[in-house]
């Protein structure tokens, strides 16, 4: 790849792909995969100078935070649990409309009296005393969830990494509440979990996402204007910003 290429990471597979692909196709911008579904490279028609990668959403974020791309489509969501300040590395361009979801705060239908995030933080002050242990919270979202409780003063509590089915681990008893995900929550409901009142984290969809840590050199941001331009809805001079 030439150092004055633009590279434009996409999801690998799924509903994502398949959503990214349509919505870059609708601004005359079509994504191609030549080696089917298990190549990782790409192109865009009449765009020599754009070369198109096939990653996780989750590793586009990591990488558009690090400035290893220089452009990606993934969840707002996976920017902000990255790192820390990821966000802080990124250009948020354009919510693509897409992948709407939200990262939550729930508990199980048996806790009656937990409603609020108040009522979360009375439980977990008073969960060692009574049980002998922290309250422990599954959860892919670590830094997002770490954030979260620490603004309502929670730090009596474990976290639990989850890479499987979350919404399980209260039930398996692995965990006594979650911070996950969820589009409908007819998930949660059907494990028997609620979302708390103000229990909303954040909310995320898939966005078209520049990095400021990439190697912009005056030829690629130019290019990237061009590319901007044909996609429309996005306020010309964003290159600037960077």
């Known amino acids: 790849m030439s150092d004055e290429s633009l590279t434009l990471a996409v999801p690998s597979k799924g509903r994502l792909e398949e959503e990214t692909r349509r919505v870059f196709g609708e601004s005359r911008l079509p994504i191609a995969r030549p080696g089917g579904a298990r190549s990782y490279v790409g192109s865009i028609k009449n765009q020599p100078a754009v070369n198109v990668l096939f990653y996780p959403a989750a590793e586009i974020a990591r990488e558009l935070i690090l400035g290893?791309?220089?452009?990606?489509?993934?969840?707002?969501?996976?920017?902000?649990?990255?790192?820390?300040?990821?966000?802080?590395?990124?250009?948020?361009?354009?919510?693509?409309?897409?992948?709407?979801?939200?990262?939550?705060?729930?508990?199980?239908?048996?806790?009656?009296?937990?409603?609020?995030?108040?009522?979360?933080?009375?439980?977990?002050?008073?969960?060692?005393?009574?049980?002998?242990?922290?309250?422990?919270?599954?959860?892919?979202?670590?830094?997002?969830?770490?954030?979260?409780?620490?603004?309502?003063?929670?730090?009596?509590?474990?976290?639990?990494?989850?890479?499987?089915?979350?919404?399980?681990?209260?039930?398996?008893?692995?965990?006594?509440l979650i911070v996950d995900i969820t589009s409908s929550g007819e998930t949660l409901a059907a494990n028997s979990l609620r979302i708390l009142e103000d229990g909303l984290v954040m909310k995320s969809e898939a966005t078209l996402i520049v990095s400021r840590q990439a190697n912009w050199t005056p030829l690629k941001k130019a290019q990237l204007e061009a590319m901007l331009s044909i996609m429309g809805d996005i306020p010309p001079g964003t290159s600037t910003l960077l």
Do not use: C, Q
């Open 68 to 176: 290893s791309i220089d452009i990606g489509v993934t969840g707002s969501d996976l920017i902000h649990e990255a790192a820390e300040n990821g966000i802080d590395s990124v250009l948020m361009v354009k919510p693509l409309d897409f992948g709407k979801a939200d990262v939550v705060v729930a508990v199980p239908d048996a806790w009656i009296d937990v409603t609020h995030m108040v009522d979360l933080a009375d439980v977990a002050s008073d969960f060692r005393l009574r049980h002998g242990r922290w309250l422990r919270v599954a959860t892919k979202y670590v830094h997002l969830t770490r954030k979260f409780f620490a603004e309502w003063g929670i730090a009596e509590y474990r976290i639990v990494e989850s890479a499987g089915a979350t919404e399980a681990a209260p039930a398996s008893g692995s965990a006594d």
